[in-house]
């Protein structure tokens, strides 16, 4: 081993708030795992965990998504027991947990969508529907506290993408829309936006990396 | 090496925007291309991230209930209760509980801890972080998650130095009703500076003042650290 160098041991030790925040990811996301094995062995009390540390920031996603309660309820509870019975199909080396719960989701959620998008379609009614205000308000100042530092971090991550890149890749993640018709919506050529959605994950990917 | 043009797919891919043949041809190319996997996981990772970005809402009070009883009723399920085998529930919470703490900023801390220690199911439990003494290894970080009552905490190490085929790191806990401090776990860190364990200190703890992680000949010592302090709570 090397020479560890130890300073002496009861100084002053300054603060290392990056050092922090890179063991406060990584231990995060080793007892997300940690949960997920658990859920494996059918152990219940892991399912409550998991929902205390996941259906916050999940069923705020599907309720973007969906704009509707029930509708977004329905869909967490569906994605909840579809990751219970599924949890041992977990792979680890294509993504974290929390990835992993969000992707499940939101794919639920945006089959919900797009089959309502289709009835309403029938009905002559798919556009109200999408512009709906929430019929409910959002939530408690201490489930705020709870989101609020992780929100913080990625709405600051997501200031720093341009505005078209920034739109072609929501209408994709909380709309559901298919390339042509976020082409459509945007008035910009199918060329552009692949190129806008490449460049804003990119950025994505790399301010969310500086300041983790 | 990804291009620009297959870089564009996974881009697409990961937004769930490629159909068909497109879609097909991509996943086929995904099988065998290790970079493009991880390209992939990269924008995945990112675009998880906007969950965040969404206006929190309240979940109803009756949805966590309607959620644990849609699943199977509950199995039991036997831990062992060798230590480094063994990480208690609650403990395992608090140390999640504990990444949420440190992800805060620092001004937050206090307010957020008060807030756990309200909560009874936690209320006994301390957690501590262990900053690095190591001029080599700066960024080393420690996290103790204690129990008091049972007198066990898990310890997780990162960023640290291996402890190389001749030493053990030593953890010790600092008893104020103690003279010297009590050890509480003998571990080695391989060649990835991380591990997490969970200890039981040779002898009971009545309060735990802080923590202290020291570098010693390979098995430890018996009596006081011999070797320097390495890792430790500030005061």
């Known amino acids: 081993m090397s020479d560890p160098s130890p300073s002496t041991p009861l100084s002053g030790v300054p603060d290392n708030a990056a050092a922090e925040k890179k063991a406060a990811g990584a231990l995060r996301a080793e007892m997300d795992r940690e949960i997920l094995r658990r859920l494996t062995s059918g152990d219940q009390a892991a399912f409550s965990d998991f929902y205390t540390r996941f259906a916050p920031a999940t069923f705020s996603m599907i309720f973007e998504i969906l704009r509707d309660q029930k509708d977004a309820e329905d869909v967490l509870q569906d994605a909840f027991v579809q990751i219970w019975q599924k949890a041992a199909s977990y792979d680890p080396s294509r993504s974290n947990v929390f990835t992993w719960v969000i992707m499940i989701a939101r794919h639920?959620?945006?089959?919900?969508?797009?089959?309502?998008?289709?009835?309403?379609?029938?009905?002559?009614?798919?556009?109200?529907?999408?512009?709906?205000?929430?019929?409910?308000?959002?939530?408690?100042?201490?489930?705020?506290?709870?989101q609020d530092?992780?929100?913080?971090?990625?709405?600051?991550?997501?200031?720093?993408?341009?505005?078209?890149?920034?739109?072609?890749?929501?209408?994709?993640?909380?709309?559901?829309?298919?390339?042509?018709?976020?082409?459509?919506?945007?008035?910009a050529p199918l060329g552009t936006v692949k190129a806008r959605i490449r460049r804003g994950l990119i950025a994505l990917r790399d301010v969310l990396e500086k300041i983790s | 090496m990804i291009d620009e043009t297959l870089e564009e797919s996974a881009a697409l891919y990961a937004l769930d925007l490629l159909e068909g043949e497109e879609l097909r041809a991509f996943e086929a190319r995904l099988e065998s291309d290790a970079a493009l996997r991880t390209r992939v996981r990269e924008f995945q990772e990112s675009i998880a991230t906007l969950a965040y970005d969404a206006p929190p809402q309240s979940l109803?009070?009756?949805?966590?209930?309607?959620?644990?009883?849609?699943?199977?009723?509950?199995?039991?399920?036997?831990?062992?209760?060798?230590?480094?085998?063994?990480?208690?529930?609650a403990l395992a919470a608090c140390l999640a509980i504990?990444?949420?703490?440190?992800?805060s900023e620092r001004g937050h801390l206090r307010n957020r801890i008060a807030s756990l220690q309200r909560r009874n199911a936690l209320s006994k439990t301390e957690i501590s972080t262990l900053t690095s003494k190591l001029k080599n290894a700066p960024n080393a970080e420690a996290v103790v998650v204690w129990d008091p009552e049972k007198n066990e905490g898990v310890l997780k190490v990162l960023d640290a130095p291996p402890s190389g085929s001749?030493?053990?790191?030593?953890?010790w806990v600092v008893d104020s009703a103690k003279k010297s401090p009590v050890s509480a776990a003998i571990f080695r860190v391989g060649d990835n500076g991380t591990t997490k364990i969970s200890f039981k200190p040779d002898?009971?703890?009545?309060?735990?003042?802080?923590?202290?992680?020291?570098?010693?000949?390979?098995?430890?010592?018996?009596?006081?650290?011999?070797?320097?302090?390495?890792?430790?709570?500030?005061?």
């Not at chain 1, 009835?119 to 709870?146: N, Q």
């Not at chain 2, 504990?98 to 992800?103: K, Q, R």
């Not at chain 2, 001749?166 to 953890?171: F, G, K, R």
Request: with cysteine; proline share 6%.
């Open chain 1, 108 to 146: 639920k959620a945006i089959d919900r969508l797009r089959s309502r998008a289709r009835r309403h379609r029938l009905m002559e009614a798919a556009s109200a529907e999408h512009a709906a205000t929430p019929d409910r308000p959002i939530a408690s100042a201490g489930e705020i506290v709870e």
């Open chain 1, 149 to 187: 530092e992780e929100a913080r971090r990625i709405r600051a991550a997501l200031r720093q993408l341009a505005e078209g890149q920034r739109e072609a890749i929501d209408l994709a993640f909380f709309g559901g829309l298919t390339q042509a018709e976020i082409s459509a919506r945007l008035g």
């Open chain 2, 203 to 235: 002898q009971p703890v009545k309060t735990a003042k802080a923590f202290a992680i020291s570098l010693e000949e390979k098995g430890g010592v018996n009596g006081p650290a011999k070797g320097p302090i390495v890792l430790i709570t500030p005061k």
């Open chain 2, 60 to 89: 109803s009070s009756d949805l966590r209930r309607r959620i644990l009883d849609s699943v199977p009723p509950a199995k039991t399920v036997q831990r062992s209760s060798a230590i480094g085998t063994f990480v208690p529930w």
């Open chain 2, 98 to 103: 504990a990444c949420a703490l440190l992800a």
């Open chain 2, 166 to 171: 001749d030493h053990s790191y030593q953890l």
